[in-house]
């Protein structure tokens, strides 16, 4: 079976980021992974986004069309993404940016207040990490100890923001699990 998930938001939220420790995570699991980043002008303020496809056979191609889930940080990319989610995907919705749904009655919807979250953490920068937990908690595409173990190994050289990241990572698991 394989799995596509879009991650999109504004350039600066921790987009990529957040894609590539789900896709390490998975790899880990011994999954097929791609991570695709979109790179370009929309890195300074513009919708980024990016793709992780995880399968348990090999990928014939990472560019996906219309993904199996989508996880929108802002209004934007919840405007243009949105529509292309697969029907019985996850729409993940970061309330304290967005506050529109999904009008698609054919995808579950995951609502959580990612900055405001991440700011009782510690940090408006750990939303990323917020939203990445809520999703994974959601989801169940990977084991949400071994996903932490991976943010610890990316943040290793930053040690003093592990114990913030952590909380914000418990926070987001609680929060999809309300």
């Known amino acids: 079976m394989q799995t596509e998930i879009k991650f999109a938001g504004f350039g600066g939220q921790g987009i990529l980021l957040s894609a590539k420790l789900l896709a390490y995570a998975a790899m880990k ?3 097929q992974v791609a991570w695709i980043p979109s790179y370009g002008p929309e ?3 513009g919708t ?3 793709t992780v496809v995880i399968s348990a056979k090999l990928i014939g191609s990472p560019i996906i069309k219309n993904p199996s889930h989508l ?3 802002n209004q934007p990319s919840l405007e243009k993404f949105d529509e292309t989610v697969k029907p019985g995907g996850i729409v993940f919705i970061n309330s304290s940016l967005i506050p529109a749904r999904s009008q698609r009655s054919d995808v579950t919807q995951l609502v959580v207040p990612v900055n ?3 700011i009782e953490a510690g940090s408006v920068r750990a939303a990323n990490i917020v939203a990445l937990a809520s ?3 959601k989801s ?3 084991d949400l100890d071994l996903l932490k ?3 610890k190994e990316e943040f290793a050289a930053k040690a003093k923001i592990i114990p913030m990241s952590m909380d914000a990572f418990d926070r987001g698991v609680a929060a999809a699990q309300a």
Do not use: E, H, T
């Open 29 to 31: 699991q011994g999954s």
């Open 43 to 45: 890195m300074r303020g």
């Open 48 to 50: 980024a986004y990016c």
């Open 71 to 73: 996880v929108a940080m």
């Open 116 to 118: 405001d979250i991440a």
């Open 135 to 137: 999703f994974a908690a």
């Open 140 to 142: 169940g595409l990977v």
């Open 149 to 151: 173990n991976c943010i």
